[in-house]
């Protein structure tokens, strides 16, 4: 097992024991890597959207908030936008990583 392996691993024993996380469905045998936030957790996690919305959109002039929908209208299924959707991001179903 690599170092990183090691210190990612310290890292989540840790943040549940302090209460930062806690496997989601934890009383039903849990989901594998789906984690639900505990009371430390909202508030770090609070913290670190505010300093990079103010790291990346407070501090440049030409850059505004959107806030959208994630869901689309159905017609776009029809119209070829959605099958013809290429994301450069590939999952390696062998390894477990990301490629681009």
């Known amino acids: 097992m690599s170092q990183q392996d090691d210190l ?6 840790h943040s549940k024991e302090y209460g930062f996380i806690f496997p989601s469905s934890e009383i039903y045998d849990g989901l ?4 639900d936030y505990g009371p ?3 508030e770090l996690k609070k913290n670190i959207q505010d300093f990079w919305w103010k790291a990346m959109g407070k501090m440049h002039e030409n850059i505004v ?21 290429n994301d450069p991001l590939i999952d390696n179903k062998d390894s477990k990583n990301a490629t681009c």
Do not use: C, Q
Not at 32 to 35: H, R, S
């Open 40 to 42: 430390y957790g909202i």
């Open 65 to 85: 908030g959107l806030d959208s929908a994630i869901f689309i209208p159905h017609h776009l299924k029809a119209s070829g936008h959605v099958d013809a959707f």
């Open 32 to 35: 594998g890597a789906v984690y």
């Open 8 to 13: 990612f691993k310290n890292i989540v024993s």
